[in-house]
């Protein structure tokens, strides 16, 4: 299997995602319509993500990777990562790049929610078979994408929000460390955690959000 580098440089590569793996299989069936290990030259896969400055995404790629490798090398023939590194139309210029470069199928991950579906709905015209991947971009599945897989903010919220009430007994102040400001990921999250502080521990704070790109340097910046 190639892996392509992206032409704007190595430090434009995108992490993976996690679950990866089961989103390129129903892409790859929807690409080549039929069992896509039966395709002559296998899928060209773009995968997208909108930041990747941080060690989450960085696991996240070597994990999508060795999925990939171990469970998808007869579907899959080469793989290109694109990251739009926190910038919206960085991030639409890349989509369109996809589509004009004829992928047979892309996974997005987009961190401004809808903003990239105009885009989306061009490649999916020109053919691309897109899964999206963690994050709604509003749409209509089977149109404009062909499957939707989303993490639950709302539940990831509430459970860190029940470990925290246990481990500080229901008492005390939290700060948060984000990725870009009031992005898709950890605003519902944030959002989900005050709820429940505010039904079942009254008693505990949620200061304030650092925004912080996700990664190390940013996040002691904004402590």
């Keep these: 299997m190639t892996r392509h580098k992206d032409p704007q440089g190595p430090s434009r590569h995108a992490p993976s995602l996690c679950r990866l793996a089961g989103t390129l299989t129903i892409a790859a069936a929807a690409a080549f319509g039929s069992a896509p290990a039966q ?90 078979k897109i899964s999206i991947f963690l994050i709604p971009v509003d749409g209509e599945v089977g149109k404009d994408y062909v499957n939707v897989v989303l993490s639950d903010f709302d539940k990831l919220g509430e459970n860190a929000a029940e470990f925290f009430i246990d481990k500080l007994g229901g008492k005390g102040t939290i700060i948060g460390l984000g990725g870009p400001p009031n992005n ?40």
């Design 39 to 128: 395709a002559e030259d296998g899928l060209s896969v773009a995968l997208f993500t909108g930041t990747c400055a941080n060690p989450i995404r960085t696991t996240w790629q070597a994990q999508a990777e060795y999925e990939i490798q171990q469970k998808y090398a007869d579907v899959v023939s080469s793989v290109e990562w694109f990251c739009a590194q926190g910038d919206v139309n960085l991030g639409i210029s890349q989509i369109k790049s996809i589509a004009a470069r004829g992928f047979d199928a892309a996974v997005i991950e987009s961190d401004w929610g809808g903003a990239l579906l105009p885009a989306i709905k061009d490649a999916a015209r020109a053919g691309v």
């Design 184 to 223: 898709t990921w950890d605003t519902p999250q944030i959002e989900a955690m005050k709820r429940v502080f505010a039904e079942r521990a009254p008693d505990i704070t949620y200061l304030d959000t650092g925004w912080a790109d996700w990664n190390p340097a940013s996040s002691a910046q904004a402590m």
